[in-house]
């Protein structure tokens, strides 16, 4: 298997088609976390190559997690031969172990995980590679760089950064958890947020709406039909009667709401003796009148997204995402009137299922006729930069074309769309252009609360610290358990050094020192264990383009349980 | 070791490891990682308890199983994947339920502390019980999709598990089920008893037929009532015989089991013109003439995932009826099923009688995976979110050990940083409910109930074992006599089973002590004699712990409590029973909406949900124990 040069991708290939046909039901395996990102999400997870550097304890954690859920592949990085310390804290290296390679014996058990992933591993030292292999990179998805001394750090993350591919920095130094997301730019169409208001139109009705709507006659109603229009109707037509006794406007305040609220009350119907019946589809419509009339508009994040260079410079290469924004910003500006495409779904409501269905049935037309559009200018722009004939029969998707179901997923999350661009390593390394005035105010909190159980930047800065001490040196602060006493002043020596060079005043305390120079830059399995899931569940999130990553810094402090992230 | 440890640890933290004896209760997600922590952290000495078999499902988080080990004992291959890798570990596993009365006071004191690994309350609610009854340290933990939670328990220190009620399972009325489904978790729990009725053991509380003591129907009175009464006997004479019986008899004729429940039921439900006076009025299906009839049936890997037509739903019921009845003949006279959401025909039958059911009461039809979702109490689950608060769990136990045990925190996982940028929320314990029967130092609590109609068997198996958690209790009136009505010993008390409270004198204001010598435990129970309760209820328990009591919560209420997601949930993965599927969105360990430190207060936003489609979509927003 040791290979140190070559084509990557074919045995990457070889290695997943030996694998197919062994497996269990997939549907089965996987049914757990099919429910979270779905078979797309998953199918995205099974084409990911994966490359991790440094099969340690922190290392092989945050693989175990992606070997389980099934990336495509791996492939690690290490040159380092297994030893007797190795084995006591990762459960991925055995004691019959010590002597092989690390890279080949963790390779071994982490492909024992999962038979659907290829494992693969290069036992080569980082810094070589980097000197004379740089493109062995480019074939990855996705770079996880653990326990790494700075300056090949550094290197790596201009590599990648150059080559645009995700880098995902991870560190256990004692009880202190650091990850770093180094991402140029990521595009996320399904962030799946917390809170999302419908996509009604009440205040700007369409022609299906209109006209479903209208073709209905409350006065005219049975009891039983009556009682059982969706309140998504009643809205709609107390809202009109509302417009015409305000001059065509809908209510926006607080007065103006609970007028129409009124308003729909003396809508129930009433029995003989004038007492109010119980219709439920009411008091839902007298509910829903706060949630449902905020006015439908582009939100601003997605404003700045049709602004953004990538949007107005289309080329050959922009990617898909780009593409679509641009027909969302044309959509928007044509066939849309100013609003973004129908999102097509409405929300459970009392009602017959019958009037629902229709209900349902004349959103999702409108949000089809909307996708239809926004596709067509999909397809015009791919055919303006060379990338698809305008009317491609078949519809079938060719590499750099884009297929109905992904404009219709697109639109349908037109709203929540959402960029990630972190920023370099370099630039955070680098004293001019560092997050100087975030690194103050944090140490500044730091100093006024000594009991502030908040603020973990400061663990931060005494990595970078220790850091300075292992380029100093060669080694880290109290790596040999005799060396303690004298790294101390050393390492505060290295911490003046750098605070001074950031320009920054305040201090830190010694406690820290004392701390993290006890912790002799040791990996504890546990809060190799608790980063290995949280940076594994990062990568997740950037190979499935679901949900949004960190941005960009995460501190762990296992002691206290905190946490925190931060922009660096 | 002694490099992992590196001079990191205090020395005689370190000690302290390699010394504690430690319980894990618990070998599935939360569990494997736990073990394997626990190794790598020193530990030497730990007995795991689990009672269940690993499943295909598992291995997608569950790293110390493998495809091999399906079907074998979680805590026994847990012991040999961990000991592959320390050998030199001493592990002792028992392949064992945790109620078993091995596992009595004596077992739970040979430990330092106990670690929970759990999927459902009520082995939890025992574990909290012998862990006070033994005074020993319990880390409570607990993972649903994205989210997670750690906690610390410690007699008279902190809250203890039962502290604070957790709010009550959801249930719906029979009638609702038998006679007006309007959602389609309705018909999802008809079809389970259904399935129960025809293969599982016999359960009267889980009747598919029409109920004619609907209260709807009560309220219509006289002659209406009479009506329906003589219609019943028209109905070809089925309802006198029991379901199980009568389709024992056809040999499971899909034909006629089909006309029978989906046609003739249906239209015995139509001549109760009271029920449908307001409502929708249910369709009657012929097997014969079903929409969709003629279309191809659907195969391949789109299968589970869309909506069938009815003639397919049919199809797949006659099928997954046949597959069944091969399978109960199997077992011999007397052979049961249990249904088991990851069993191929049971989920079929399930989902396409779901489905059939809700074509005909005109509800939204669903894709067997959504089914799957709703009837097997699905948690989504993954690894990442294990490995997370496995870490937490020795964390945390590292303090106790260190004799730090109250810098312990409460620590809960969000999905995203929180608006504070914070992925953890750590809140510091709260000290024990004065006032809680469990853990305070008087045990008592008030129970309403009718004591002409409710039977002792009620008071075992729905009181103090549904809702007041015991095990095995023992039952004795505190008037004067010490009469004895219910006894855990076999054969001592049977004979009262059927009887009502009222035979023994028990009225208003009577006292129970309530025993449970496995737990240690005992609680004395105020009667107050109620002539009936509302919706429905057999019986109500208030009192002292009333006035913390939530309200049940539905499927529409905000389900997470607040977006930094220290969401409570309660974990029921392989707890199949539907009539808790409420459990997926109402806390688990404790409602974590107090506990919010003053500074997360601004985070304490509403998450308003979705109705039932969030349940799967995107119902990662819930706490699971896997």
Redesign the interface.
């Known amino acids: 298997m040791r290979r140190t040069k070559g084509p990557v991708l074919i045995v990457y290939k070889m290695a997943a088609t030996l694998n197919k046909g062994t497996g269990?039901?997939k549907?089965?395996?996987?049914?757990?976390?099919?429910?979270?990102w779905g078979?797309h999400g998953q199918a995205a997870l099974e084409s990911s190559r994966v490359c991790l550097i440094n099969a340690s304890?922190t290392g092989t954690?945050i693989l175990?997690?992606l070997v389980?859920?099934?990336i495509g592949s791996f492939t690690i990085v290490d040159s380092c031969k297994v030893k007797?310390?190795d084995v006591?804290?990762?459960?991925f290296l055995?004691?019959d172990s010590i002597g092989k390679s690390r890279a080949q014996v963790a390779t071994e058990l982490l492909s024992?995980?999962?038979?659907d992933v290829a494992g693969d591993f290069l036992e080569e030292d980082v810094d070589d590679l980097l000197e004379k292999n740089p493109s062995f990179f480019s074939t990855f998805t996705t770079v996880i760089a653990t326990q790494l001394p700075e300056k090949t750090l550094l290197h790596l993350g201009k590599v990648l950064w150059e080559r645009n591919i995700p880098l995902i920095v991870c560190r256990c130094y004692?009880?202190i958890g650091y990850l770093r997301m180094v991402i140029k730019e990521h595009t996320i169409v399904e962030s799946?947020p917390?809170?999302t208001h419908e996509d009604l139109r009440l205040d700007r009705p369409f022609k299906g709406l209109h006209e479903f709507c209208d073709s209905l006659d409350l006065n005219s109603m049975n009891?039983?039909d009556h009682?059982?229009t969706p309140w998504l109707v009643l809205l709609y037509k107390y809202l009109d009667i509302w417009k015409n006794m305000n001059g065509g406007k809908i209510p926006s305040t607080y007065k103006e709401k609970t007028a129409l609220k009124e308003l729909i009350k003396e809508g129930v119907r009433r029995n003989a003796e004038g007492v109010p019946d119980d219709e439920e589809n009411f008091e839902e419509a007298i509910r829903s009148v706060n949630?449902s009339l905020h006015a439908t508009a582009v939100p601003a994040e997605i404003q700045a997204l049709f602004e953004d260079p990538c949007c107005l410079n289309l080329n050959t290469d922009s990617k898909n995402f780009w593409v679509m924004v641009r027909a969302l910003k044309e959509f928007t500006e044509n066939e849309g009137q100013g609003l973004l495409p129908l999102r097509g779904s409405i929300?459970?409501m009392t009602s017959?299922?019958?009037r629902?269905?229709q209900l349902q049935t004349v959103y999702r037309d409108q949000a089809e006729i909307d996708a239809t559009a926004v596709a067509g200018h999909v397809h015009a722009l791919l055919h303006n930069i060379g990338r698809e004939e305008p009317l491609n029969p078949d519809r079938t998707k060719k590499p750099g074309t884009l297929s109905d179901s992904e404009i219709r997923t697109f639109c349908r999350n037109a709203a929540f769309l959402t960029v990630l661009r972190c920023r370099s390593l370099e630039e955070e390394y680098t004293t001019e252009t560092a997050n100087l005035e975030e690194l103050g105010q944090h140490i500044l909190e730091e100093e006024e609360d000594a009991n502030s159980?908040?603020d973990d930047t400061v663990l931060y800065i005494l990595l970078r610290a220790a850091d300075r001490f292992f380029t100093e040196y060669n080694r880290y602060p109290?790596y040999f358990?005799d060396t303690?006493d004298a790294d101390i002043p050393k390492l505060k020596a290295c911490l003046s050094k750098l605070l001074h060079d950031w320009g920054l005043t305040a201090g830190v305390k010694d406690d820290y020192v004392h701390e993290i120079c006890?912790?002799?830059a040791?990996?504890?399995?546990?809060?190799a264990?608790?980063?290995?899931?949280?940076a594994?569940?990062e990568v997740?999130k950037v190979v499935t383009g679901q949900?949004?990553p960190?941005n960009n810094t995460?501190i762990?402090n296992?002691?206290?349980?905190?946490?925190?992230?931060?922009i660096l | 070791m002694a490099a992992t440890l590196n001079g990191v640890l205090e020395n005689n933290l370190a000690e302290s490891i390699i010394k504690s004896r430690l319980l894990m209760v618990g070998a599935g997600g939360i569990g494997c990682e736990l073990l394997k922590n626990l190794v790598l952290s020193g530990f030497s000495n730990i007995e795991v308890i689990d009672l269940d078999t690993i499943d295909v499902s598992n291995l997608n988080r569950q790293f110390l199983f493998r495809k091999e080990h399906v079907g074998k004992s979680k805590a026994q291959v847990a012991k040999e994947s961990a000991l592959k890798f320390k050998a030199d570990a001493n592990i002792v596993a028992h392949h064992e339920s945790i109620f078993s009365p091995e596992f009595g006071l004596d077992f739970f004191k040979q430990f330092t502390l106990v670690l929970n690994a759990l999927d459902n309350r009520a082995a939890r609610n025992h574990v909290n019980r012998m862990c006070l009854a033994a005074d020993i340290p319990l880390v409570e933990s607990g993972t649903a999709g994205y989210l997670g939670q750690v906690t610390v328990i410690k007699k008279k220190l902190t809250e203890c598990y039962e502290c604070q009620p957790k709010p009550t399972q959801k249930t719906f009325p029979g009638c609702t089920i038998r006679n007006t489904p309007s959602e389609p978790v309705h018909c999802v729990v008809w079809a389970k008893h259904l399935f129960n009725q025809l293969f599982g053991e016999d359960d009267p509380d889980q009747d598919v037929s029409p109920d004619t003591e609907d209260p709807e129907l009560a309220a219509e009175a006289g002659q209406a009532a009479l009506s329906t009464e003589a219609k019943k006997d028209t109905i070809g004479g089925i309802e006198r015989k029991s379901t199980r019986s009568w389709a024992m008899e056809t040999g499971y004729d899909a034909e006629k089991l089909f006309n029978k429940l989906f046609r003739d039921d249906i239209k015995y439900l139509l001549s109760m013109e009271n029920l449908w006076k307001k409502r929708r009025a249910p369709q009657p299906l012929d097997f014969q003439e079903l929409p969709g009839k003629g279309e191809a049936m659907c195969t391949g890997v789109m299968r589970d995932q869309r909506v069938w037509s009815v003639q397919e739903c049919a199809d797949i019921f006659a099928q997954s009826l046949a597959a069944l009845k091969q399978d109960l003949y199997s077992k011999g006279d007397g052979g049961t099923l249990v249904w088991d959401k990851d069993d191929h025909n049971g989920m079929d039958f399930v989902c396409s009688v779901a489905n059939i059911r809700a074509h005909i009461f005109g509800i939204t039809l669903k894709s067997k995976f959504d089914i799957k979702s709703i009837a097997g109490n699905i948690i989504p689950a993954i690894a990442t979110t294990n490995a997370i608060i496995a870490g937490l769990i020795v964390m945390e136990t590292l303090k106790i050990l260190s004799g730090n045990i109250s810098k312990c925190k409460q620590v809960y996982l969000n999905r995203i940083p929180n608006d504070r940028k914070r992925l953890l929320l750590p809140c510091a314990l709260d000290p024990p409910n004065p006032k809680c029967y469990v853990c305070s130092e008087k045990h008592e609590c008030t129970v309403m109930l009718n004591t002409q109609k409710v039977t002792v068997r009620v008071l075992q198996d729905k009181i103090l074992k549904g809702h007041l958690n015991m095990i095995a209790p023992d039952v004795e009136i505190d008037d004067g006599k010490g009469t004895i009505i219910l006894s855990s010993e076999e054969g001592e008390t049977e004979e009262n089973y059927d009887k009502v409270l009222s035979v023994f004198a028990v009225g208003q204001s009577s006292r129970l002590k309530c025993d449970d010598f496995l737990q240690n435990y005992s609680l004395t129970i105020n009667i107050v004699h109620v002539e009936k309760l509302e919706e429905e209820k057999e019986f109500e328990v208030v009192g002292d712990i009333s006035q913390f009591h939530p309200t049940e919560t539905t499927t529409e209420s905000p389900v997470e409590g607040h977006t930094n997601g220290a969401s409570k949930s309660k974990a029921t993965e392989e707890e199949d029973d539907l009539l808790i599927v409420e459990d997926q969105v109402t806390p688990d360990l404790v409602s974590t909406g107090r506990k919010r430190p003053a500074e997360d207060q601004q985070d304490a936003l509403l998450i308003k949900r979705k109705k039932q489609e969030s349940n799967t979509e995107d119902n990662e927003d819930v706490i699971e124990i896997s």
Not at chain 1, 27 to 36: A, F
Not at chain 1, 88 to 91: A, P, R, V
Not at chain 1, 112 to 115: I, Y
Not at chain 1, 522 to 527: A, D, K, N, P, R
Request: glycine share 8%.
């Open positions: 269990l039901d549907n089965n395996k996987y049914d757990r976390q099919l429910r979270l078979d304890a954690e175990k997690n389980l859920p099934g007797g310390e006591g804290i990762n459960f055995t004691v024992e995980l999962n038979e004692g009880f799946h917390d809170n009891k039983k009682s059982h949630s929300p459970d017959d299922s019958e629902y269905i159980d908040s109290s358990d303690l006890r912790y002799g040791s990996e504890l399995h546990t809060v264990a608790f980063m290995g899931g949280v594994a569940q997740i949900f949004v960190i995460f762990y296992a002691q206290k349980q905190t946490s925190t992230t931060i």
